[in-house]
C-alpha cells in the first residue's frame, strides 16, 4: 500500500475518564505503513479526560476540537481533518498492528464505500452496556457484525469505521439530532445504502472495545426512543413510522411521543432531500437483510 496515503483517525469523547489515554496508547505502539493524524473532539466533558493530552508525546499530529452545539462532531472532525480516508473510533479500543492499513483496503480499492472490523470484547471488560431493545431492527444492531454471504453489512459498527472523505461528504455527513452515537451511526449506515452505497466488514480485522465504568455515567445509548423515531422520519415508509410508535411508546411511555412533532420538523428537509437521490428504499434494505421489524 502506497505510503502517500493519509487518514484521519477521529474520536469523540464525552467524561470518557481513562479509556482515551488506554486507547491512545495502544495507538501510539500500533504499527503501520501509512501516515495519519488524529482528532479528538470534546463533547463538553467534565471529568479531564482529554487534560493529559497537553504533554502527551505521540509521534503523530494531533488536533483538539471543542464539540460545538448542533454540530455532529464527527462533522466537525471531518472539516478539520487533513486525511483522504477518515476511520471513526470509540476511545475503548485496542488496536493491532496494520489494522488500519488492512481496514482500508476495500476503500482505497474501490470494493466498498465504508468498512468496518470484528469488534471483540475485551476481557478485561467490567461494564458492558444494557439495553433496553426490542424487536428485529433493533436487536440486529447487537447481532454485530450481522452480514450477508459476501460480508455485506447492515450496519457499520458504532466502534469504528472508515471512509473516504470524499464519499463522506458526498453522502452528508453525519445527521444533526441523534443523542447516541449508536443510532447515529446505524443511519449513516441505512442512508448510504439507500443512496446506492454498500458497507462491508473487513474480517481480517479485529479490534477489541473494553468497556469500563466511567463518572459522570454516560446512559445516551439507553434513550434511543427519540433517536429511532428521527431515523424512522427520515428514512421510512408510513408502515414502519407507526411501528417505531408503537414500540417507543410501549417502552418509554406515550410521553415520549409528545417531542415528535419537533422530530419530524427537524428531519423534513433531510428526507425530501434523501428522498431525490436514493435509488433504493427501506422495503428493499429489510427484505435484503432479512431484517423483520
Keep these: 500500500m502506497s505510503f502517500q496515503v493519509n487518514v484521519s483517525i477521529i474520536f469523540t469523547v464525552k467524561n470518557d475518564g481513562v479509556d482515551l489515554f488506554m486507547t491512545m496508547e495502544s495507538l501510539k505502539v500500533s504499527l503501520t505503513s501509512l501516515y495519519y493524524e488524529v482528532i479528538i473532539v470534546n463533547e463538553g466533558s467534565i471529568d479531564g479526560c482529554c487534560d493529559f493530552l497537553m504533554n502527551y508525546k505521540f509521534d503523530r499530529p494531533i488536533k483538539l476540537l471543542k464539540g460545538q452545539p448542533g454540530l455532529p462532531s464527527r462533522n466537525l472532525a471531518a472539516v478539520h481533518a487533513s486525511g483522504d480516508y477518515l476511520i471513526f473510533c470509540s476511545p475503548r479500543l485496542y488496536f493491532e498492528d496494520y489494522w488500519m492499513d488492512l481496514l482500508l483496503q476495500p476503500v482505497i480499492h474501490g470494493e466498498a464505500d465504508c468498512v468496518s472490523p470484528v469488534m471483540e470484547t475485551h476481557e478485561s471488560s467490567r461494564n458492558k452496556p444494557e439495553y433496553r431493545y426490542e424487536g428485529g431492527l433493533l436487536c440486529s444492531f447487537h447481532s454485530f457484525p450481522r452480514t450477508r454471504d459476501d460480508d455485506e453489512l447492515p450496519w457499520l459498527s458504532k466502534e469504528c469505521f472508515a471512509i473516504g472523505r470524499v464519499k463522506f461528504q458526498e453522502a452528508g455527513g453525519m445527521e444533526d439530532g ?17 443512496l446506492g452505497g454498500s458497507c ?94
Design 178 to 194: 441523534f443523542c447516541s452515537k449508536e443510532l447515529e451511526t446505524a443511519e449513516f449506515s441505512l442512508r448510504l445504502r439507500l
Design 200 to 293: 462491508r466488514l473487513v474480517s481480517e480485522v479485529s479490534l477489541k472495545v473494553v468497556y469500563r465504568q466511567n463518572f459522570p455515567c454516560d446512559d445516551s445509548e439507553s434513550r434511543w426512543g427519540e433517536d429511532l423515531l428521527g431515523l424512522a422520519h427520515l428514512h421510512f415508509n408510513d408502515m414502519r413510522i407507526e411501528d417505531c410508535r408503537k414500540l417507543v411508546s410501549r417502552i418509554f411511555g406515550p410521553v415520549m411521543l409528545q417531542n415528535e412533532s419537533g422530530i419530524l420538523e427537524r428531519t423534513a428537509v433531510s428526507r425530501e432531500k434523501y428522498k431525490t437521490r436514493r435509488i433504493r428504499d427501506d422495503s428493499f434494505f429489510f427484505h435484503y437483510f432479512g431484517i423483520a421489524f
